[in-house]
């Protein structure tokens, strides 16, 4: 396998929201009772916790660049599409966020389908993460020397983070949550 593949699969194994589930739900099958109670509820804290993060960097920005990009267009849509509007703009919305976690990897067509939204993504969560970075880097000076590369690395993370991987641990913990909560309650 060449480098760019190389590259290419590891890329797309982070993307891959079914794999991450897979892994995630076969670690936590066999807990029960009350162990499965406990971590269930963290996990489902933890994704409460990212809720408001998933919102900031991700949705709200996204919302807030296709409101504006499509607002002439359903606004000169017919009357009888008038009504679907609201349904169009939800999913214009969601489609990058679905894209990326829930096409299937390895086919090239879905492959640069998730390259595209998560261009798309991240070109709509950048001012978002731009402007949080640009107010903390007096944070940054005590790096001494390595304040620019450690503030440019954090804001890439970030970066990352806002397009995808903060959904990506939202939807595992989720899952995996409502999966221990249910076996907690099962008699084995």
């Known amino acids: 396998m060449t480098a760019q593949g190389k590259i290419h699969a590891h890329v797309f194994n982070a993307l891959d929201l079914g794999e991450a589930l897979r892994h995630s739900l076969a670690s936590v099958r066999g807990l029960s009772g009350v162990e499965a109670r406990v971590k269930g509820g963290a996990l489902l804290a933890i994704a409460a916790g990212l809720t408001p993060l998933i919102w900031y960097f991700d949705v709200q920005p996204t919302a807030l660049w296709v409101n504006a990009a499509s607002g002439d267009l359903i606004a000169s849509l017919p009357a009888a599409l008038a009504l679907a509007a609201p349904l169009f703009g939800i999913l214009l919305h969601l489609l990058p966020t679905l894209f990326e976690t829930v096409l299937p990897r390895g086919v090239i067509f879905a492959d640069w389908l998730t390259y595209g939204a998560a261009a798309f993504d991240a070109t709509t969560d950048w001012p978002r993460v ?52 249910y076996q907690s309650f099962r008699t084995p």
């Not at 970066?159 to 939202?170: C, D, Q, S, V, Y």
């Open 130 to 181: 731009r402007d949080t970075m640009d107010a903390a880097w007096p944070h940054f000076a005590a790096f001494g020397a390595l304040a620019g590369p450690a503030w440019y690395l954090a804001r890439l993370a970030l970066l990352g983070f806002a397009t995808i991987g903060f959904e990506i641990i939202w939807c595992v913990c989720l899952v995996c949550g409502v999966m221990l909560l």
